[in-house]
Nanobody, 111 residues
Framework: VQFVESGGGLVQPGGSLRLSCAAS????????MSWYRQRPGEERKLVAS????????NYGDSVQGRVSISRDNTKNMIYLQMNGLKNEDTAVYYC?????WGQGIQVTVSS
């Protein structure tokens, strides 16, 4: 099982980023896929999850209204569009299809 996350980096407050995750090695299209994040000194928390068919989506309270998760089952990809980024969105973001985890990608929001 492998996840390759991309799209992270440094962005100014109010900016946008789109994270991507390419998955392989498992039956991607039957898994709930998720993005989690871990801020310094805190536990890992759910950002968003999407059902196998994409018809059910859940968002964490801290990002509600500012992010959008999507998936492309033909490409084994999931995406996280983040808008209106805040300093407190700074974290390592992880792609997950539990029990499998990506290695994480850093997102830093700073002026």
């Amino acid at each position: 099982v492998q996840f390759v996350e991309s799209g992270g980096g440094l962005v100014q407050p109010g900016g946008s980023l789109r994270l991507s995750c390419a998955a392989s090695g498992f039956a991607f299209n039957v898994y709930i896929m998720s993005w989690y994040r871990q801020r310094p000194g805190e536990e890992r928390k759910l950002v968003a999850s999407i059902s196998p068919s994409g018809d059910r989506i859940n968002y964490g309270d801290s990002v509600q209204g500012r992010v959008s998760i999507s998936r492309d089952n033909t490409k084994n990809m999931i995406y996280l569009q983040m808008n209106g980024l805040k300093n407190e969105d700074t974290a390592v973001y992880y792609c997950a299809g539990l029990p499998y985890w990506g290695q994480g990608i850093q997102v830093t929001v700073s002026s």
